[in-house]
């Protein structure tokens, strides 16, 4: 996985789980150090709409558009920050 | 919220979620540290039948027995963790 890469699909993440993964909004989860293989896992979920609460709704939007590397490079990107 | 009360129901959650919130497992989430109100939130869509992936399966029938004083305490508990 490349980290730089999912640095930069990032950017649209950033407004609700925070620059460096520290979600602004408390109801949002913080990414920062998270699993890599569960963020993959989430994400996946999402995109194949297994995840279906209304909260759900908006990142099954902001899923569905990335591929299975896009996924893999944001994991390691969220993986990688403190 | 009761934190202690929290970490009490926590004993379960240990065995994937790591004692102190830190996974074991790469594929699950770490939850220390994790905002208070999306662990409500999730734990809530688990026992709603509002995430539906495989590994979902596990969390649903984990969340069916908590009550919502229990989910309070639960979320305050892992967010109090580091």
Same mark, same amino acid.
């Given at each position: 996985? #490349? $980290?730089?890469? %999912? ?6 993440? =950033?407004?609700?789980?925070?620059? #460096?993964?520290?979600?602004? $909004? *408390?109801?949002? *989860?913080?990414?920062? %150090?998270?699993?890599? %293989? ?6 996946? =979920?999402?995109?194949? %709409?297994?995840?279906?609460? *209304? ?14 590397? #896009? ?12």
């Amino acid at each position: 996985a #490349d $980290i730089n890469a %999912g640095k930069a699909k990032a950017a649209v993440c =950033a407004s609700c789980h925070g620059a #460096d993964g520290h979600a602004s $909004i *408390p109801t949002y *989860p913080n990414l920062a %150090g998270q699993n890599a %293989g569960y963020i993959e896992a989430a994400l996946l =979920a999402y995109k194949a %709409g297994q995840r279906t609460s *209304p909260q759900a709704a908006i990142m099954k939007s902001m899923a569905m558009p990335l591929n299975e590397q #896009d996924i893999k490079n944001l994991a390691a990107y969220y993986s990688s920050l403190k």
